[in-house]
């Protein structure tokens, strides 16, 4: 198991593998994708003009300045294609990375000759928290770095201080960084590191619409950096990279949070159902570590995922994490629907209830 939402050859009832925000896409943006439609018959904007406008000022607006403009935008097939992209214009050969953290980082490595990846442990003492021990790590032998900010599996973010000392150590060392952000507006503690792009000429941001409008079906990446590391992402990119539906959706998704206190809302129903299945989970006797968005990484000697599994009940077996193994769990907030309670409330996963 590499990702969540592994559904297909399941028989699922609840899905807390799926690490996306618990509040339902908003109608708006449904509605934009079934107008889409209309334009099926038509070529998407090559430039993504629309879509990059409003993405900048969607992020301007949750940064609280006017830095950003679309020559600072780009656009992809989610997050994962830009990812791909990115590692494929830098070509290293010497990576750091934070170790546990995301699978794709390694996929997206996969295409490059002999690169070397250098893991930095993170250790469970610390509840899994990023130290400014990694900052020992970026030599001028490093090329590029790729951080999560939240992390993932286990939801911490990057302290706001240590992420400048980083971002100012790469700079110095001459080391491209690569900032995955797609949980960043669903994390009360997170920051984000888009004010450093004026800084600094080696950094991108990724980040997606995909777990905040809860739509990774549709695929709706994006990432941010300075106008001519963007141009030069674009060349490395398909010319029409972006469907109708995403482009349309995407401008709809990014105009919502224009318009409306989304994220903000976001944010707090997640940190309450963050520490609602945290104490219940607790008082399982399950060791559950701290996080800072909508999952939490727990830790138990039962087999938990084949014992939900057998009740139609999805989570994410960390295994396949190389600095994790066996007995590490990732389960999601979920939240916002009627059946919430009935799931986890005064109930033992040994048997789960279901309604």
Request: glycine content about 6%.
């Amino acid at each position: 198991m590499l990702h969540g939402g592994e559904i297909y050859d399941k028989e699922i009832e609840y899905d807390f593998s799926v690490n996306l925000n618990p509040m339902p896409c908003p109608e708006e943006i449904i509605n934009a994708l079934k107008d889409s439609v209309c334009d099926a018959g038509k070529y998407p904007d090559i430039r993504q003009q629309a879509f990059r406008r409003a993405v900048a000022d969607a992020e301007n607006k949750l940064l609280g300045t006017a830095l950003l403009t679309k020559e600072n935008v780009i656009g992809g097939n989610g997050a994962s294609e830009l990812l791909l992209s990115m590692v494929r214009m830098i070509n290293p050969r010497n990576v750091l990375l934070p170790a546990p953290s995301f699978y794709g980082y390694r996929h997206a490595l996969k295409g490059i000759p002999d690169v070397k990846i250098t893991e930095f442990f993170l250790k469970e003492e610390n509840n899994f928290e990023l130290t400014g021990d990694f900052l020992l790590q970026i030599t001028e032998d490093t090329d590029l770095c790729i951080l999560a900010n939240p992390n993932n599996p286990t939801g911490r973010a990057v302290d706001e201080k240590l992420l400048e000392r980083i971002i100012d150590r790469c700079t110095k060392t001459d080391t491209w960084i690569i900032i995955d952000e797609c949980f960043l507006h669903l994390s009360d503690q997170a920051k984000s590191a888009a004010k450093y792009i004026e800084t600094t000429n080696k950094l991108f941001i990724v980040n997606a619409y995909t777990k905040l409008f809860s739509l990774p079906g549709v695929r709706i990446g994006y990432a941010v950096s300075g106008k001519e590391n963007i141009e030069n992402l674009r060349n490395n990119l398909p010319e029409w990279n972006m469907s109708v539906f995403a482009l349309k959706a995407g401008e709809r998704c990014a105009n919502y949070i224009l318009d409306t206190d989304f994220v903000e809302k976001s944010k707090d129903g997640i940190r309450l159902l963050r520490e609602k299945i945290t104490a219940l989970l607790r008082k399982q006797g399950y060791t559950v570590f701290p996080s800072d968005t909508c999952f939490v990484l727990l830790k138990t000697d039962k087999d938990l995922y084949n014992t939900l599994l057998k009740e139609k009940i999805l989570i994410r077996d960390c295994k396949s994490f190389d600095a994790l193994k066996g007995g590490y769990y990732r389960i999601s907030v979920l939240g916002g629907k009627s059946d919430y309670d009935s799931i986890w409330e005064e109930t033992d996963f040994s048997g789960i209830k279901k309604r």
